[in-house]
């Protein structure tokens, strides 16, 4: 087995993870820097934006959502927001630098009457040239082979916690929902965007609990959300005690070495960080955040605060270059060959 091949295992034990949890700050920050530099530019961030196209009246019970139907937040229900609306933030998300576009739903799943409209939505925001992501709650196969079609790259569904304090945060839905929604997505082709939250009340045990489900999957999750709570009043989690922050700075750190080639996205909560927190996560590993005013339904950094602590780090967006079939690339590659040939033969009276 290479090195490479090492770092990319999916046969970690608790306790070792729990050790890496245990490590003393600097060499935990030092091993996740060495890691990051192997399998990416640690100087580049991948933008997301993220839209939230139906929101509230969700009936599942997460202790952390405002959009759950059994919370009094506030928070006003909303409809599937029309195709073309939805197309026009992703057109201002990807003139703001955004080069992944997200599209969340307030769903338990999605009902078959609004695939048409969702898929739609993906058509249309891929024709732009953007990666595309959704996350619309629990995937049947066919659900998730229908936008595959239509050209979803990411789905997005969290397992937020370990399975151990699974049930203190939901009840509607079950630990294993969550893994065969994320089988239904990675057998339709599709890439897989899964993490957790952090900061709900739950030990270093069930940090450790989460990045081990997430790293032990058959294939790493390319994307690996690490969100930090964000409290709202009327949630049961209003009144949650503050995480410290170098705990979160640690969930970062051991994310990057467990899933060296993922990447480690910077999500909800970052409104609460600091400059300061948040560069720190950035030499953990993070290389990728949500872009724009707001997270779905919570505060979000304003998108100009962001490119000016990225001008203080030296950290520059990533650039996305769609993946082309083997064919297309041929084909491209023949017509360069052809015009260099063509170009030998032309003569330039203006010389």
């Known amino acids: 087995m290479t090195a490479e091949q090492n770092l990319l295992r999916h046969n970690w034990t608790r306790a070792e993870v729990e050790a890496l949890f245990?490590?003393?700050?600097?060499?935990?920050?030092?091993?996740?820097?060495s890691v990051h530099r192997q399998f990416f530019d640690p100087n580049e961030v991948q933008v997301s934006t993220l839209c939230s196209i139906k929101t509230g009246a969700c009936p599942e019970d997460c202790a952390y959502c405002p959009q759950s139907s059994r919370y009094d937040t506030g928070l006003e229900r909303e409809k599937l927001m029309a195709v073309e609306k939805v197309l026009e933030e992703a057109r201002a998300a990807k003139d703001s630098g955004a080069t992944r576009f997200c599209m969340g739903a307030a769903w338990?799943?999605?009902?078959?009457?609004?695939?048409?409209?969702v898929l739609d939505m993906v058509k249309g925001v891929k024709s732009m040239g953007m990666e595309t992501c959704m996350t619309l709650g629990m995937l049947t196969a066919d659900?998730?082979?229908?936008?595959?079609?239509?050209?979803?790259?990411?789905?997005?569904?969290?397992?937020?916690?370990?399975?151990?304090?699974?049930?203190?945060?939901?009840t509607t839905r079950t630990y294993q929902d969550r893994l065969d929604t994320?089988?239904?997505?990675?057998?339709?082709?599709?890439?897989?965007?899964?993490?957790?939250?952090?900061?709900?009340?739950?030990?270093?045990?069930?940090?450790?609990?989460?990045?081990?489900?997430?790293?032990?999957?058959?294939?790493?999750p390319e994307s690996v959300p690490i969100n930090m709570l964000v409290r709202v009043a009327g949630t049961p989690l209003a009144e949650q005690a503050d995480l410290d922050p170098f705990d979160f700075i640690r969930t970062i750190a051991v994310a990057r070495i467990m899933m060296p080639a993922s990447h480690v996205r910077l999500s909800a909560g970052r409104e609460e960080m600091n400059d300061q927190m948040q560069s720190l996560a950035f030499l953990a590993g993070a290389n990728s955040i949500f872009y724009?005013?707001?997270?779905?339904?919570?505060?979000?950094?304003?998108?100009?605060?962001?490119?000016?602590?990225?001008?203080?780090?030296g950290i520059r967006p990533e650039s996305y270059h769609e993946e082309q079939p083997e064919e297309v690339l041929e084909e491209q590659l023949h017509e360069k060959i052809v015009q260099a040939q063509n170009d030998q033969y032309f003569y330039n009276a203006a010389n």
């Open 292 to 313: 724009g005013e707001k997270l779905l339904t919570t505060p979000n950094p304003e998108a100009n605060e962001d490119m000016q602590l990225f001008k203080r780090l």
């Open 108 to 117: 338990r799943s999605p009902h078959q009457r609004d695939m048409k409209y």
């Open 143 to 170: 659900q998730a082979l229908e936008l595959k079609g239509a050209g979803l790259d990411y789905y997005n569904h969290n397992l937020d916690t370990s399975p151990e304090y699974y049930d203190c945060i939901i």
């Open 22 to 33: 245990d490590l003393p700050f600097n060499d935990l920050m030092f091993r996740a820097q």
């Open 182 to 220: 994320l089988e239904n997505v990675r057998a339709a082709g599709m890439k897989v965007c899964a993490g957790g939250i952090v900061g709900m009340g739950e030990e270093q045990k069930d940090r450790a609990g989460l990045l081990t489900q997430l790293a032990n999957m058959d294939q790493h």
